[in-house]
Nanobody
Framework: QVQLVESGGGLVQAGGSLRLSCAASGSIFRINDMGWYRQAPGKPRELVAT???????DYADSVKGRFTISRDNAKNTVYLQMNSLKPEDTAVYYCKADVARDSSLTYFRYWGQGTQVTVSS
């Protein structure tokens, strides 16, 4: 099994910053894409940012220029640096990793437990 453990959420004032971390552990052969998603109350889960195994990134329009996704392949960890936070960024943030557990390279999608980010105005 594979586990994704998130950390770094919390309460911050508008304009502030947070850095989220998500470390994968367990039966890992290779990790392909990783990413961050968020879900606000009453709204569907949405993509925030993704990063490929080669480091290519993609961002939701709402966070471009403010958030930066990165990864440390040696640590099986993905990060989300969140700057210039706005109240509308308030949500539960979930990390995602597509993981092959053996050399068959059959990928499974794993999700973190979610971490609350609250931005006050």
């Amino acid at each position: 099994q594979v586990q994704l453990v998130e950390s770094g959420g919390g309460l911050v004032q508008a304009g502030g910053s947070l850095r989220l971390s998500c470390a994968a552990s367990g039966s890992i052969f290779r990790i392909n894409d990783m990413g961050w998603y968020r879900q606000a109350p009453g709204k569907p889960r949405e993509l925030v940012a993704t990063i490929t195994s080669g480091g290519s990134t993609d961002y939701a329009d709402s966070v471009k220029g403010r958030f930066t996704i990165s990864r440390d392949n040696a640590k099986n960890t993905v990060y989300l640096q969140m700057n210039s936070l706005k109240p509308e960024d308030t949500a539960v943030y979930y990390c995602k990793a597509d993981v092959a557990r053996d050399s068959s390279l059959t990928y499974f999608r794993y999700w973190g437990q979610g971490t609350q980010v609250t931005v006050s105005s």
